[in-house]
Structures are given as structure tokens and as C-alpha cells.
């Protein structure tokens, strides 16, 4: 499995921009697929997550700013980045996840969104 993320860039605070990861091999149709984060000096976490039943989990510091999506057809999952805050400088990074016997985990190379004040 591979996943394929694009999107991202600099942006002035309060501005927008979007993420999209593609993900491709031999993917079970019940699958989760997200987002995750990572700024200089701090963990990994969460941004937002998305089931192929369409059910949505995001981190509290993005609630009503950021916008999970997901196509199942083209096996991708977008995210919709609006007021953007310094604070969301980050590496951006695509997941997927799920379990067939075993569980499965993958991600994708990752993608810089740098949010200037």
C-alpha cells in the first residue's frame, strides 16, 4: 500500500489551504484513513480521522476550522484547512489504517503547511 499526499504550501494567518492523499495496493473497503501532525520539537497527533462509513474524529484545536473528506471510489481523503493559525505550521501526514486478520498501518511521506502571523 502506498499513500500519495499533495497539497499544502505557505499561507498568511486566516488563510486557507487543502491537503488530498491518495492511497493505492490491496486497501480492505473497511478502512480508516487521517490526518496527523507533526511541528518542530513535538509528537505526532492527531488532526482528523475518517471511516469509510464516513464517520468523522478531530483534534478539539481544529473543530470548526478544518474539514475532513474522504472518496471512497478514488480511495483519497482530503482535508479543508480554513483560519489557519501560526500554530498549524506544521508536517502534515496521511494515514490509513485497518484491520484484515491483522492490523495494518500506513503513511505517507508527509507535506509541509506553514501559517505565517
Known amino acids: 500500500v502506498q499513500l500519495q499526499a499533495s497539497g499544502g504550501g505557505s499561507v498568511q494567518a486566516g488563510g486557507s489551504l487543502g491537503l488530498s492523499c491518495v492511497a493505492s495496493?490491496?486497501?480492505?473497503?473497511?478502512?480508516?484513513m487521517g490526518w496527523f501532525r507533526q511541528a518542530p520539537g513535538k509528537e505526532r497527533e492527531l488532526v482528523a480521522t475518517?471511516?469509510?462509513?464516513?464517520?468523522?474524529n478531530s483534534a478539539d484545536s481544529v473543530k470548526g476550522r478544518f474539514t475532513i473528506s474522504r472518496d471512497n471510489a478514488k480511495n483519497t481523503v482530503y482535508l479543508r484547512m480554513n483560519s489557519l493559525k501560526p500554530e498549524d505550521t506544521a508536517v502534515y501526514y496521511c494515514?490509513?489504517?485497518?484491520?484484515?486478520?491483522?492490523?495494518?498501518?500506513?503513511w505517507g511521506q508527509g507535506t509541509q503547511v506553514t501559517v505565517s502571523s
Open positions: 475518517i471511516t469509510s462509513a464516513g464517520t468523522t
Open positions: 495496493g490491496r486497501i480492505s473497503r473497511d478502512n480508516v
Open positions: 494515514n490509513l489504517n485497518f484491520e484484515e486478520i491483522r492490523r495494518y498501518n500506513y
